[in-house]
């Protein structure tokens, strides 16, 4: 994909990490530990130049993920009321780092969204047509969304950036707080719509082997087809407790309680699967990575 390769038998490999404190780049430290991968995290801030040159310098990495940004606490609406500080991080300092990796000579894999598009005309709910990595953004409901549009429009012009468009993370963590599942099952309510979702314990391992790869470019890095909450939350019940109940709203009565409009769509992941044949459909995923490991019901 036109990238000069890092990481050769001269050089192993060594992975310079950005976002220590949240959850995906907490797991990747983890996954570079398991796998024997040289790594450090990077002390800089993102839209500071200076910094991230003498992170580089001081680490001398083969590769740079970027698992740092602003989604907001407790959730994306913070972005709405907080939008300089969102730019700071998701477009000026993502921004710089790929400038500086691309100075550099190193490809960047970056942590991104897919949570940049909505169900449309074309791509209708049920009909298993998704996205593509090459459409155009449609959706800039919220302030975080249209700065990650903005800013993969960006990156396509730097030839050193892998970007994987995550939507809806989830993973064998049923106690943090960010996993898709976890937020689901303490709402009052919640909306039931298919989308596609990013199981982490099955993609963060793939995403590093991408890097060894030097692949770049966009994907949509999701597991392929989609699960709606209400699938979730029978597998939830089946598995985890056997009296959980939930409800449901439309997406006029979520308007009333959130301050911006949420994403929902389904994304292509053959690319992905190309590239990836092993790689498991969302439900299957679901199932292997995250409600058996935690089963806690004798059914299912």
């Given at each position: 994909?036109?990238?000069?390769?890092?990481?050769?038998?001269?050089?192993?490999?060594?992975?310079?990490?950005?976002?220590?404190?949240?959850?995906?780049?907490?797991?990747?430290?983890?996954?570079?530990?398991?796998?024997?991968?040289?790594?450090?995290?990077?002390?800089?801030?993102?839209?500071?130049?200076?910094s991230l040159e003498s992170d580089i310098a001081n680490v001398k990495p083969t590769h740079v993920f970027n698992a740092a940004g602003v989604t907001g606490r407790p959730n994306v609406d913070w972005c709405e009321s907080h939008k300089v500080e969102t730019i700071r991080t998701n477009v000026v300092g993502t921004l710089t780092l790929a400038d500086v990796c691309r100075d550099k000579g190193l490809i960047l894999i970056n942590y991104a969204t897919g949570c940049i598009f909505e169900y449309d005309e074309a791509h209708q709910i049920g009909t298993g047509i998704g996205f593509?990595?090459?459409?155009?953004?449609?959706?800039?409901?919220?302030?975080?969304?249209?700065?990650?549009?903005?800013?993969?429009?960006?990156?396509?012009?730097?030839?050193?950036?892998?970007?994987?468009?995550?939507?809806?993370?989830?993973?064998?963590?049923?106690?943090?707080?960010?996993?898709?599942?976890?937020?689901?099952?303490?709402?009052?309510?919640?909306?039931?719509?298919?989308?596609?979702?990013?199981?982490?314990?099955?993609?963060?391992?793939?995403?590093?082997?991408?890097?060894?790869?030097?692949?770049?470019?966009?994907?949509?890095?999701?597991?392929?087809?989609?699960?709606?909450?209400?699938?979730?939350?029978?597998?939830?019940?089946?598995?985890?407790?056997?009296?959980?109940?939930?409800?449901?709203?439309?997406?006029?009565?979520?308007?009333?309680?959130?301050?911006?409009?949420?994403?929902?769509?389904?994304?292509?992941?053959?690319?992905?699967?190309?590239?990836?044949?092993?790689?498991?459909?969302?439900?299957?995923?679901?199932?292997?990575?995250?409600?058996?490991?935690?089963?806690?019901?004798?059914?299912?």
């Amino acid at each position: 994909m036109g990238f000069p390769a890092n990481g050769s038998s001269d050089k192993p490999l060594k992975f310079l990490i950005y976002g220590r404190t949240g959850w995906i780049g907490g797991l990747l430290g983890k996954l570079c530990e398991s796998q024997g991968i040289d790594y450090e995290y990077g002390s800089g801030r993102l839209e500071n130049r200076i910094s991230l040159e003498s992170d580089i310098a001081n680490v001398k990495p083969t590769h740079v993920f970027n698992a740092a940004g602003v989604t907001g606490r407790p959730n994306v609406d913070w972005c709405e009321s907080h939008k300089v500080e969102t730019i700071r991080t998701n477009v000026v300092g993502t921004l710089t780092l790929a400038d500086v990796c691309r100075d550099k000579g190193l490809i960047l894999i970056n942590y991104a969204t897919g949570c940049i598009f909505e169900y449309d005309e074309a791509h209708q709910i049920g009909t298993g047509i998704g996205f593509k990595e090459e459409d155009t953004p449609n959706f800039i409901g919220s302030f975080y969304s249209k700065t990650k549009a903005m800013v993969e429009e960006l990156l396509k012009n730097y030839e050193n950036v892998c970007t994987l468009r995550v939507r809806m993370p989830i993973s064998s963590d049923l106690a943090n707080p960010r996993n898709f599942i976890t937020k689901i099952t303490r709402y009052d309510k919640v909306v039931n719509i298919p989308n596609s979702m990013t199981i982490l314990d099955e993609l963060l391992p793939i995403s590093i082997e991408m890097g060894k790869r030097n692949l770049t470019g966009i994907w949509n890095f999701t597991n392929p087809g989609v699960v709606s909450h209400n699938e979730i939350l029978e597998m939830y019940r089946d598995y985890i407790d056997p009296n959980f109940t939930w409800k449901n709203f439309n997406l006029e009565e979520q308007a009333k309680v959130i301050v911006a409009p949420r994403s929902n769509n389904e994304l292509d992941a053959t690319k992905l699967k190309t590239e990836f044949p092993e790689l498991l459909s969302i439900k299957e995923s679901l199932i292997k990575y995250v409600f058996e490991p935690n089963k806690k019901t004798g059914g299912a």
